[in-house]
């Protein structure tokens, strides 16, 4: 069994940033994907960016140039560093990890304030 567990969310002034933080815990294989999607207010969830154990990563356009998706694989940690945050960035914020399985956070809050 593998769980996620996500940190980092909160509200923030437009143009701010923040950190988010996903350990998994329980049976990861080596190779795997982590990433982070997100379901803004009105649509479907959506992916933000994705980060595979080979070190390629992919963004959504919406988000290229202002966040950062890295990992600690030691750790089974997947961060994402979000600077340059716009209102229409607030939704809740779910942790996905694709290995034997698909398996996702609970989800944190970011919310940017205008």
């Known amino acids: 069994q593998v769980q996620l567990v996500e940190s980092g969310g909160g509200l923030v002034q437009a143009g701010g940033s923040l950190r988010l933080s996903c350990a998994a815990s329980g049976s990861t294989t080596r190779y795997n994907a982590m990433g982070w999607y997100r379901q803004t207010p009105g649509k479907q969830r959506e992916l933000v960016a994705d980060s595979r154990s080979s070190g390629t990563t992919d963004y959504a356009d919406f988000v290229k140039g202002r966040f950062t998706i890295s990992r600690a694989n030691a750790k089974n940690t997947v961060y994402l560093q979000m600077n340059s945050l716009k209102p229409e960035d607030t939704g809740v914020y779910y942790c996905?990890?694709?290995?034997?399985?698909?398996?996702w956070g609970q989800g944190t809050q970011v919310t940017g304030s205008s």
């Open positions: 996905r990890l694709r290995s034997s399985g698909d398996y």
